[in-house]
């Protein structure tokens, strides 16, 4: 348990944790503390009483060893001012946090790190050439998924997607059981699952286009036809994909179709669009890309070299020629930042970031990984395989603040996702790294970069014009 639950939920009056030796004492707390505890429906009346409070603690989450996280983290105050004097304990108001773990309402999932495709501006691979060498792959099991999303929680979420920053949900062994226990655990919440439509077999499809009707969705990443989608969805195969999405479809599910623009395929976009109708999905999104702007100097490039194993170049990807198919953010905002600030780095110093312009704060959204690390978006996770280096790397440092490491935000049987979301990392340090100056100095460069105010290529990567809700789907599915 971290010292933010203890004053943000479970007292009225003024909580009060201090540290003697290794004890740690709780006093008496307020009408809050019971509130949450006849919710859980665990604590007794008795528990109120201070003298009872440890065990009152271990009751509500069930486990010794939360007390003694507490213990480790209240001998941490005296030497790194963790939890108390900085912080008015009374005044929670002082910290501003992402949101509060029951506010949480979208979950974003990697099931998998493992992905059947090499798509070369992909964070799994090398440019196209290998996976990337610094990548575990990991799978969450249903077992697992039982662990972070108890059934109980799974009751207050809006929708949960299955997607990742390196792999596909269709890659983890247990898919299809964990679709069916999210679809199962709250069936008003929407269930989304993200693929190249590559993998697997026409009957594993079947089942799960069964599992899943709409208004939940299956999103197949295709960026082309027959002839250029594996131009850029290396080793995916046409002939798989499409027995796949047909067997999805005929089962009941609900198929969207998202087409990456390039120039190799923007020709394609319309025979694509009647595709998808014919096929039988219910959407076609066309987007336009932000992955040929180089991040550090604003450049936006003309190609990118498609490596092969042997260091050679297998072809090159380019941007699409058109300008309506253009990333709106890279061709007009980034040339006016570039103009005003002079490069990147001040721009992302400047740039204002805060609630309002945060994706994970407006859509009270946590991201999981597939090794059960928790984070408010996944793009901050793209930092945990970061293959631009060491010293692009963030998280770390950020969480070295509070003498944290990647494993205090990772879910184990004794760490749950309550106890991360009440957790420096959501509770104050990501609001807190928007506030300083510069990079340098720890303002996290992801947040400027996706979330500034000023250009957000992410937000605008979807064409307006070539969003089409097939009209089936707006009918009796
Ligand atoms: S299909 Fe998705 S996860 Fe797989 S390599 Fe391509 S972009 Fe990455
Ligand atoms: S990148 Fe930063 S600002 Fe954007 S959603 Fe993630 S945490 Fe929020």
């Keep these: ?108 999932i990697e099931l998998s790190t493992d992905c059947n495709a090499l798509c070369p501006q992909c964070a799994r691979t090398e440019a196209g050439a290998c996976v990337n060498r610094t990548l575990k792959i990991s799978h969450l099991s249903l077992e697992d998924v039982k662990l972070l999303l108890p059934h109980a929680f799974l009751k207050q979420l809006k929708k949960v997607f299955l997607c990742g920053n390196y792999g596909y949900p269709g ?7 964990v679709v069916q226990y999210l679809c199962e655990s709250n069936p008003k919440m929407k269930v989304g699952i993200h693929t190249n439509g590559g993998m697997r077999t026409a009957s594993f499809w079947s089942d799960l286009g069964a599992l899943m009707p709409s208004p939940n969705y299956c999103r197949f990443a295709i960026d082309g036809l027959q002839d250029t989608n594996h131009l850029y969805r290396q080793r995916v195969s046409w002939k798989k994909l499409m027995r796949n999405i047909e067997a999805f479809i005929a089962a009941g599910g609900r198929a969207e179709w998202d087409f990456l623009i390039f120039e190799h395929n923007e020709h394609q976009v319309d025979e694509a669009r009647e595709l998808a109708e014919t096929l039988g999905c219910s959407r076609f999104q066309a987007k336009s890309t932000s992955r040929f702007l180089n991040r550090q100097t604003g450049e936006v490039r003309d190609a990118y070299e498609v490596k092969t194993k042997e260091a050679g170049v297998s072809h090159l990807l380019r941007p699409p020629s058109t300008p309506e198919h253009r990333n709106e953010a890279l061709v007009q905002d980034i040339p006016r930042v570039l103009q005003q600030y002079g490069n990147m780095d001040t721009y992302f110093d400047a740039v204002q970031v805060d609630k309002c312009s945060c994706q994970a704060a407006k859509d009270h959204q946590a991201y999981i990984s597939a090794e059960r690390l928790v984070l408010p978006c996944c793009w901050l996770a793209g930092h945990v395989y970061d293959r631009m280096g060491e010293d692009k790397r963030q998280l770390l440092p950020l969480l070295a603040k509070e003498g944290l490491t ?5 879910i184990t049987p004794e760490r749950s996702l309550h106890h991360i979301i009440e957790g420096p990392l959501f509770q104050w340090l990501v609001t807190d790294s928007w506030k300083l100056p510069s990079m340098q100095e720890g303002k996290l460069r992801t947040c400027a970069m996706t979330c500034g105010k000023d250009v957000s290529s992410f937000s605008k990567r979807f064409l307006k014009t070539d969003t089409v809700n097939i009209s089936r789907e707006s009918g009796s599915q």
């Design 406 to 410: 990647l494993d205090d935000i990772r």
């Design 171 to 177: 890659m983890a062994p247990d898919c299809l059981a």
């Design 1 to 108: 348990m971290w010292p933010g639950i203890l004053k943000r939920f479970s007292f009225k009056s003024k909580p009060k944790l201090t540290a003697c030796g290794s004890k740690v004492q709780l006093d008496k707390g307020g009408g809050n503390y019971m509130e949450e505890a006849t919710a859980t429906g665990q604590l007794t009346e008795n528990d109120h009483r201070p003298k009872d409070s440890e065990a009152a603690i271990e009751k509500y989450h069930g486990r010794v060893s939360k007390i003694t996280d507490i213990k480790d983290l209240a001998g941490r105050q005296r030497e790194k001012s963790w939890f108390a004097q900085d912080r008015d304990q009374s005044t929670p108001t002082n910290v501003e946090h992402l949101y509060a773990y029951s506010d949480l309402r979208i979950l974003h």
